[in-house]
């Protein structure tokens, strides 16, 4: 939505919200319309049927993704009809564990696709892997060693191909990955609020403080002087007697704060109160955050990319840079959001209006140095949420485990979540030729302490961790799989939307404890 | 008794071989973090699918995922309490409910559905109000798990289940599971009541809730928000008089609507939508399947292994944050002495000597450790005032002018109750 006049804005009546706006209406307020368009486009892979990843797939369908398809050859045994409540007891016994659980999910939301696909995983995988990566994203869960390797490679060949998530679960431990290229938001939904440069005030901003009369104004007026006004004025006066700086040493600050109570007419001018409480303001200077600062040294931005390889995140980002290198005050481009302050309506929406202006100013100016067009709205999302950018970049799955010396390191900062990680390791590997061996505890130790290197000694923790898979290897608790149902769909529903920022590394899961942790990130 | 549970007709358990096989992993053996006094195999078995009777309070987010989580792990007789029926906006969370059930309880759906889908498990729903049952209500239960969406009810049950602590009795402590969630923020804790922590030793933790001064609604609208508050807080009574505003009626949230962003347009405020005005005067909260599946799954898990014995539980409480990664925090939340609830002690106020009682008042009502809302007050000789009934109200509301201090001496209790609550608040007032 383009900027559109005052009056046009607030006289546009919206119509009641329809069936569909009124369902989401929960989660709209979380990812808005965007976050639900992209949900509505996604199509979802799961390889397997199993009670963990029919729990992801529930609470996908139920928001409202575009298509899921279970990938599972398996029919539903005994145990699989016990413990998944997407299969329908007894009655689901010996039919194809997909079918079952596309039939029952599919009932949860009809604006969603589902399909079940009973064909081995490992066909595809040779025969028709264009199938695979045609999906926005896929999970899989316990999937078999030898399985996921493959699966993993083909899905890592491509930085265009989609994340893929490896999800690894046995009793009451659990942990999952996601495997990415790249992954930039813009839409971090950040608690950290934007600056209003007070330290280095637009002109139109100090024109307006500047012009104040304090002791010829309205007492009403005095105490509805917005305290950005109060402030960005204090600090000019300041500026004036003390070599243009603002104040420096704790005395210096304290004499500033106490001017600024000093300018009240009378006791109860809140807003006065809130010009001393936000004083900092005026001595904190304004400038490129470190976390923006450090991806403007990203390698997408290297001169040796062309226009054309790159996405528009980076284009924006490269214009980003550009413009805070060029700007007077070498900052983001100014917020037009402001705060809430002790005000009078008048006083607070003619701030409110220098602000909007001079931030659309700043857009144009920003957008001037874009080599390529992009979407209007994309532009305004981006400066809007310019101090709080992310790019993640990833690994290939099994990076960290192939990496002695990372694991050494990560064992001794992060032990419990580490020994975790490992015992799911071991158990995947020792299953990896025979999926009905229930290992010892001596052999997965062993199993842990090759993959680390015999030279390394393990940390006590790696006695429960051991002694919990040993005693239940395999496990598929109706409460793990809930429990990595919400998680991981979550971090599914952040990758499809974009907004927020997911999972780096690796996150290990104890339930015993109920604690979680994220390693190698 | 679950052991007597018919299901479509059959005569014999509902149970098939390998049904609990995953479960009977854990139930089978102890592991490291198991305590000695666990008793693998067929007696756990059995007290956990024949004996244990377990209570859901709440058949929303967290009830239905709670519910179904309880089933599959093998719990057969599970009560279910709710006072609401479903909504469209549930829809998109509430899985145990469909289009079609729009309109109908919660309780009685969600039971409807378990039942049919995990066979063998007699789920009792109740339509209606915790406040409806009694003490010997809640003594049946081994465990109660709340999934509410309310700091009073929660501060109800965990009273109830406080007060029903007998020390020459050890059945009647009834651990309580307490679950909440906020949009990507949700915790869950273990509560064992007089032993640990309980609800109100934490009330302080609560975030106080968005108010927005009076004159700034009335006479200096600066946001959408205000405009919004003035629709409903002056407006609808100054002209829908006695009408009670129903703030699921989309009659009612238009025409609030349409007041408010006439008045954001005579002030030239933008950004009053639809989805502002119902998200204000309903103090809606953003809510997802995912963050309610996870503290549901976590609350479950503990149930189970309290129950079982079978693996060492929380202690006590674990909160999550996903907006950012996923970030957690599991720690102990300490017992508090002067809990009004579980603990033992008088808490000590000092005040003015100049305050007057309705002072006293304002300030139970809105200090964040106590937070009573219309709290009576006595002596122990007297009271000093009382909310109800109507002609003790009249009696004693002149004292509401008097200062405490011709009241109650120096050093003085004050018992401080309210009908809310199934708790007193013991004072020691100073003054100062």
Known sequence: ?521 | MATGVHVNGAATSSDWQDRYYHVDQILDRPGPRTDPSFLAGDEVKDFLRNKCKILVIGAGGLGCEILANLALTGFKDIHLIDMDTIDISNLNRQFLFRPADVGRPKAIVAAEYVMKRVPGVEVTPYYGKIQDKGDDYYLQFNLVICGLDSVEARRWINATLVNLVDPENPESLKPLIDGGTEGFKGQARVILPTVSSCYECSLDMLNKPTTFPICTIANTPRLPEHCIEWASVLEWPRVRGDEKLDTDDPEHIGWLYSIAAARAKEFKIEGVTWSLTQGVVKNVIPAIASTNAIIAASCCNEAFKIATSSAAYLNNYFMLIGTEGVYSYTFEHEKRDHCPVCGGEALEMSISRDWTVEQLIELLTEKQNIQIKKPSLATPEKPIYFQQPPQLEEATRPNLEKKVSELVPDGGEVVVTASTLPFSLSLIITYM
């Open chain 1, 1 to 521: 939505m383009s900027s559109q006049d005052i009056v046009t804005a607030t006289t546009t009546i919206e119509s009641a919200p329809d069936a569909k706006t009124r369902r989401y209406d929960r989660q709209l307020r979380l990812w808005a319309a965007t976050g639900q368009s992209a949900l509505e486009s996604s199509r979802v892979l799961l390889v397997s049927g199993s009670a963990t990843s029919t729990s992801i797939l529930k609470n996908l369908v139920l928001p409202g993704i575009g298509h899921f398809t279970i990938l599972d050859h398996a029919k539903v045994s005994h145990s699989d009809a016990g413990n998944n409540f997407f299969l329908e007891g007894s009655d689901s016994i010996g039919k194809y564990r997909a079918e079952e659980a596309v039939r029952l999910l599919s009932e949860l939301n009809d604006g969603v696709e589902g399909r079940a696909d009973t064909r081995n995983l490992e066909n595809i995988l040779e025969s028709q892997p264009e199938w695979i990566t045609s999906f926005t994203i896929i999970v899989a869960h316990n999937l078999d060693h030898a399985l996921l390797n493959k699966l993993s490679a083909l899905l890592w060949k491509d930085a265009r191909y989609p994340p893929l998530v490896v999800v690894r679960s046995a009793g009451f431990l659990a942990d999952f990955y996601i495997q990415f290229h790249e992954h930039t938001v813009i839409e971090s939904h950040s608690e950290t609020s934007p600056s209003l440069r007070i330290d280095k005030p637009f002109p139109a901003l100090r024109e307006l403080a500047l012009s104040l009369e304090y002791d010829k104004m309205d007492p009403i007026d005095h105490g509805h002087i917005p305290y950005v006004v109060i402030l960005v004025r204090a600090l000019e006066d300041w500026k004036k007697t003390h070599g243009d700086s603002p104040p420096k040493s704790y005395e210096e600050r304290q004499q500033f704060k106490k001017g600024i109570l000093a300018l009240k007419v009378k006791a109860d001018e809140e807003n006065f109160d809130e010009a001393e409480a936000q004083a900092y303001r005026c001595w904190t200077e304004t400038k490129v955050p470190s976390e923006i600062a450090a991806l403007f040294s990203d390698p997408a931005l290297s001169s040796e990319t062309m226009d054309s390889d790159r996405s528009p995140f980076f284009h924006l980002l490269a214009a980003l840079k550009e413009y805070t290198k060029q700007s007077d005050t070498h900052t983001l481009p100014l917020t037009s959001t402001l705060p809430d302050m002790k005000s009078d309506t008048l006083n607070y929406i003619q701030l409110q209006r220098l602000y909007k202006e001079r931030a659309q100013e700043e857009k144009q100016a920003f957008k001037s140095y874009l080599r390529i067009p992009v979407d209007d709205c994309m532009v305004d999302s981006f400066v809007k949420n310019a101090h709080a950018l992310v790019v993640l970049r990833g690994k290939p799955w099994d990076t960290f485990d192939e990496n002695k010396a990372a694991l050494v390191e990560s064992l001794s900062t992060m032990p419990k979540e580490t020994c975790i990680h490992l015992a799911l390791s071991a158990l995947s590997l020792l299953q990896a030729n025979d999926t009905s061996v229930s290992p010892s505890a001596e052999s997965i130790r062993a199993k842990i302490q090759s993959i680390v290197g015999q030279s390394n000694k393990l940390p006590d923790e790696a006695d429960d961790a051991i002694g919990e898979i040993a005693r239940a290897p395999f496990s598929e608790l109706p409460n793990t799989a809930a429990f990595l149902g919400g998680m991981v769909a979550q971090e599914v529903i952040k990758m499809i939307t974009k907004q927020y920022v997911p999972v780096k590394g690796y996150c290990v899961i104890d339930l015993i404890e109920t604690s979680t942790g994220t390693i190698s990130a």
